[in-house]
């Protein structure tokens, strides 16, 4: 059995601030299924319009582009548009405040920011109270159940 993806079918990782959406889709979808599909996603179907969701591809191979190119045609296809499959797709929001689209916003991880946690290496009589706590417990209603 093979586990390659059908030819028609794709994936897309779709960034936003500190969020990414893995998004499914068919070459034959059109940009407007793909927004719909997101407002799903997230869970705003009730509020949101596709038509004040941008989506974008970068235009430069950085891993944290400075230039993108607004996929604006919802009519178009994914396969029209030459997208592939794990392509990374940027997406914007309409805002009403400022009547303009947002600016695309994705927060990368900073290597240098990760915290290493180091375990602490666990005391002999800390493994030996931890017995006795278990045994009290299951013995003070008498019956020798554990209580939660």
Not at 30 to 36: P, Q, R, S, V
Not at 84 to 98: A, G, M, P, S, V
Request: charged share 35%; glycine share 2%; hydrophobic share 30%.
């Amino acid at each position: 059995m093979s586990h390659k993806n059908p030819t028609n079918q794709i994936y897309f990782r779709v960034k936003r601030h500190k969020t990414t959406i893995f998004l499914q889709a068919k070459i034959t979808d059109k940009i407007l299924t793909l927004k719909k599909n997101i407002i799903k996603i997230l869970g705003d179907s009730e509020k949101r319009d596709p038509k004040k969701l941008q989506l974008l591809i970068s235009t430069d191979d950085s891993e944290s582009p400075v230039s993108y190119s607004i996929l604006d045609k919802d009519e178009d296809t994914v396969n029209q548009l030459g997208l592939k499959d794990d392509q990374i797709l940027f997406l914007c929001f309409w805002d009403d405040n400022l009547d303009q689209w947002e600016n695309v916003a994705v927060e990368y991880p900073d290597p240098y920011d990760e915290v290493v946690e180091e375990d602490e290496p666990m005391e002999e009589d800390d493994d030996i109270n931890e017995k006795n706590d278990l045994e009290t417990i299951s013995l003070e209603d008498g019956k020798g159940k554990a209580r939660a």
